[in-house]
T-cell receptor, first 113, second 115 residues
Framework: EPEVTQTPSHQVTQMGQEVILRCVPI?????FYWYRQILGQKVEFLVS????????KSEIFDDQFSVERPDGSNFTLKIRSTKLEDSAMYFC???????????FGPGTRLLVL | AQSVTQLGSHVSVSEGALVLLRCNYS??????LFWYVQYPNQGLQLLLK??????LVKGINGFEAEFKKSETSFHLTKPSAHMSDAAEYFC?????????????FGKGTLLTVNP
């Protein structure tokens, strides 16, 4: 069964450093998403991406964040200058055309020190 | 804006007992509704979804949920809990009329199953 994959599974970084979180969505999906879950809190929407552009972003998704689909398979989330409060689990999800269901990856746990 | 309320951040049941996890939504029109499960150190797995038609939806692992428009609810049930059901459960909604189907999640309910 096809699945969404994410790398790395864990990342530790120093405050102020740039990080790139990678996702490989399900191959025929067209809609891509990033969500985050701060420890003990609910899953929050960050951004959605369709047709090579951002279709919606939340208030959390400020200028420090960017997304890119550099090739036909990867979907990345970049945090330019990490803050302590960026520590969270980041989930990638993808969705096919004509369906409502998003499929989630296993997540990347980011720890900013 | 849509919102989701999950009553009870922690529910504890005995093995074999009924599981009832509550979810209420706030939306101007009935949205799409989902239940996801998160096992420890894993991602989110879709349990079931309501999109239209049948208001009683059956999902994986014996779970089901009933959409009640009058109560704006989508509670998750399972007749008999199993130890393997211990996990965190998230109710989520997405806008039926939207174009990108972003999900709005509840805060989650941690289910503990006691032997």
């Amino acid at each position: 069964e096809p699945e969404v994959t994410q790398t790395p599974s864990h990342q530790v970084t120093q405050m102020g450093q740039e990080v790139i979180l990678r996702c490989v969505p399900i191959s025929n999906h067209l809609y891509f998403y990033w969500y985050r879950q701060i420890l003990g809190q609910k899953v929050e929407f960050l951004v959605s991406f369709y047709n090579n552009e951002i279709s919606e972003k939340s208030e959390i998704f400020d200028d420090q964040f960017s997304v890119e689909r550099p090739d036909g398979s990867n979907f990345t989330l970049k945090i330019r200058s990490t803050k302590l409060e960026d520590s969270a689990m980041y989930f990638c999800a993808s969705k096919g055309q004509g369906t409502e269901t998003q499929y989630f990856g296993p997540g990347t746990r980011l720890l900013v020190l | 804006a849509q919102s989701v309320t999950q009553l009870g951040s922690h529910v504890s049941v005995s093995e074999g007992a009924l599981v009832l996890l509550r979810c209420n939504y706030s939306s101007s029109v009935p949205p799409y509704l989902f239940w996801y499960v998160q096992y420890p150190n894993q991602g989110l797995q879709l349990l079931l979804k309501y999109t239209s038609a049948a208001t009683l939806v059956k999902g994986i692992n014996g779970f089901e949920a009933e959409f009640k428009k009058s109560e704006t609810s989508f509670h998750l049930t399972k007749p008999s809990a199993h130890m393997s059901d211990a996990a965190e459960y998230f109710c989520a909604v997405s806008d039926r009329g939207g174009s990108n189907y972003k999900l709005t999640f509840g805060k989650g309910t941690l289910l503990t199953v006691n032997p």
